[in-house]
């Protein structure tokens, strides 16, 4: 991951956890790879429209693109469908 | 390609243009311009504010309940592709689209019309009878002319003038 770019929709991240809800499969402190699904700042599409989330959300993956967890919450992004993270596009509830 | 509507002003989205807003609970808002994306997040109600078309149809501004907006309802079933029907579609399309639009101008005229009635003429002699003569003049000689009307509203101050005459020295 290069430190002087900065991540957008659709881009996976290196984070840290910061916190935890329940015994979950990731700990407080470890170090994931993460996909961006939903952000505030609006990302231009192919169409020549902008998208705008209300949140920013990720979603922790593994490093072959695949979602650790086993629900994903809210509406995710179509930038995945490029990324061909499928796994992702498949739990999400909605793909705006 | 899709032509979508803005959520605000209800004019046409034309590809390249605006921001398109997706809520958590996955509702997406689409805008033409930021004007109408500043005043979605001002939390202005479109039905309220006077420049959409929301505001328009909802106060009876504009053409709203018509059979040439049967057209453009979105329909839930999926229609299977047969070349016929696209193609009478299409001839439709454009002949409802004519129809609608000279509705729309019929409406506007018809709206316009209903101003021109025969009362508010009489509300706007009655108002405006100091062009005609000066209100002194008329007081103290009631038989100036105007229209018989008027005159039977005269009679009723005549009646009340010595209480009023003490209001206006006041």
């Known amino acids: 991951m290069n430190k002087t770019r900065l991540a957008r929709l659709g881009d996976t991240i290196i984070a840290s956890v910061k916190e935890v809800v329940g015994r979950g499969k990731v700990k407080k402190g470890e170090v994931v790879y993460c996909v961006v699904v939903r952000a505030r700042m609006p990302r231009a599409r192919s169409d020549g429209s902008e998208v705008r989330f209300d949140d920013n959300a990720a979603v922790i993956i593994n490093k072959q693109g695949e979602p650790i967890g086993t629900r994903i919450m809210g509406p995710v992004c179509h930038e995945l469908r490029r990324r061909k993270m499928v796994k992702v596009l498949s739990l999400a509830e909605h793909v705006a | 390609m899709r032509l979508e509507k803005c959520w605000f002003c209800s004019s046409t989205i034309y590809p390249g243009h605006g ?120 007081q103290e000689d009631p038989s100036l002319a105007l229209p018989k009307k008027m005159e039977k509203v005269k009679v009723k101050v005549e009646m009340r003038e010595a209480g009023e005459t003490r209001a206006m020295e006041e």
């Open chain 2, 19 to 138: 921001i398109q807003f997706v809520r958590n609970d996955a509702k997406i808002f689409r805008f033409c311009r930021s004007k109408c994306h500043k005043n979605f997040k001002m939390k202005r109600n479109p039905r309220k504010v006077k420049w959409t078309k929301a505001y328009r149809k909802l106060h009876g501004k504009e053409l709203n309940k018509d059979a040439t907006f049967e057209l453009e309802r979105r329909r839930n079933r999926p229609e299977r592709y047969d070349r016929n029907v696209v193609q009478n579609t299409i001839k439709a399309l454009k002949r409802i689209e004519e129809i609608r639009l000279k509705r729309e101008e019929k409406f506007w005229e018809n709206r316009m019309k209903v101003k021109k009635d025969k009362r508010a003429d009489l509300e706007e002699l009655k108002q405006n009878i100091h062009l005609v003569k000066a209100p002194v003049a008329l």
